[in-house]
């Protein structure tokens, strides 16, 4: 089974056990509430709002696990500022990362620094 298939399953199985532990949980408080326990009517009003939490947060998952993966650094805008676009280059001469232009070698970090 592939990994992807593994976590839909478990975020399906933990749809399943959420809901039925706050189905369970709604029935014995409303059957406490319903024989005299005043405090257990706000539990009766919790356990449905943690119920469609949960199926928010199902929804949720699911949708990012099935979305495809967009946010990789090749999909970086550069940015139009000469500054910053000198400081990134910057960046990539000092920690050995190629330049964005392929067919420019990498920027040589300046030489006026101390170390």
């Avoid at 189905?23 to 014995?28: D, E, K, M, P, R």
């Avoid at 024989?35 to 119920?51: D, K, Q």
């Avoid at 696990?65 to 970086?76: F, M």
């Avoid at 500022?81 to 964005?100: C, F, K, Q, S, W």
Wanted: net charge neutral.
């Amino acid at each position: 089974m592939k990994e992807k298939s593994k976590k839909i399953l478990g975020i399906h199985f933990g749809l399943i056990l959420g809901e039925t532990i706050c189905i369970l949980a709604f029935y014995v408080e409303y059957r406490r509430a319903a024989g005299g326990n005043t405090l257990s009517w706000a539990y009766v009003v919790e356990w449905p709002i943690f119920a469609f939490y949960i199926i928010y947060m199902w929804r949720r998952l699911l949708r990012e696990e099935k979305a495809p993966l967009t946010s990789t650094i090749a999909h970086i805008k550069e940015p139009d500022d000469p500054a910053l676009i000198a400081m990134n280059e910057y960046l990539r001469a000092v920690h050995g990362l190629p330049t964005v232009n392929e067919e420019s070698s990498p920027v040589e970090a300046p030489q006026d620094r101390v170390t």
